[in-house]
């Protein structure tokens, strides 16, 4: 049930046969390789929790229902002398292309799904809670969700070219290869949400939290972002999942 890949070059990781599993079609639309990561929050692990993607390739992966997870793109990656693996963002610490169960180093930029079984209702979005690297949509294919479900949702734009000194994250050169979040950055509870602040009422958008919303209006952009974050799915969609759309 593998997605057709988009471009010319396409892997495909066969993992589950079941005719309720769901695919994800992994696209690098950027001009350089990335590595994307999968970390599986509850269900039945991915068949591959990282791997190599040239520019304009996509890989799919398939899912077994109800399954939770997301999804992130790390950069710079490299191999050292001693054959140890790492990048320089979004980095998963494992030492190896897979990243064995291990989650991202913020800041990165992530796509988030809860697929239901039965071909019930999906939930999914795009988080910038913990910062960005890459921009990333996701598309729903197929699905036959009600009225306002099953749409797109983007962060298209770079939010790196609008990242404040204190929220940047630099690479060689000290040009800007990531942009925190104010919480990861300064590790405040008014940009965290937690203690005092751990509540909707209590933490509004801060100035930092608008700096990523402005950018990516559909993405979540601090802990209680969900009116206008979280989108919906029902019918049984496969997902499309494009960095640098």
Known sequence: MAIEAIFGLSFVFLFFTNSEATTFTITNNCPYTI?????????????????????HASLTITALPPWSGRVWA????TTDSSGKFSCAT???ASGQVQ?????????????????????GKDFYDISLVDGFNLPVSVTPQGGNGVAGECQSTSCSADVNKVCPPELADYGEGGVIIGCKSACVALAQPQYCCTGEFGTPEKCPPTSYSLIFKNQCPQAYSYPYD???????????ANYLITFCP
């Open 35 to 55: 590595w994307p990561a999968t970390l599986t929050g509850s269900g039945t692990p991915l068949s591959s929790t990282g791997f190599e993607l040239p520019s």
């Open 74 to 77: 790390r950069t710079g990656c």
């Open 90 to 92: 979004a980095d998963c």
């Open 99 to 119: 990243c064995n169960g291990a989650g991202g180093i913020p800041p990165g930029s992530l796509a988030e799904f809860y697929i239901a079984p039965n071909s």
């Open 226 to 236: 969900d009116k206008t974050s979280t989108f919906t799915c029902s019918g049984g």
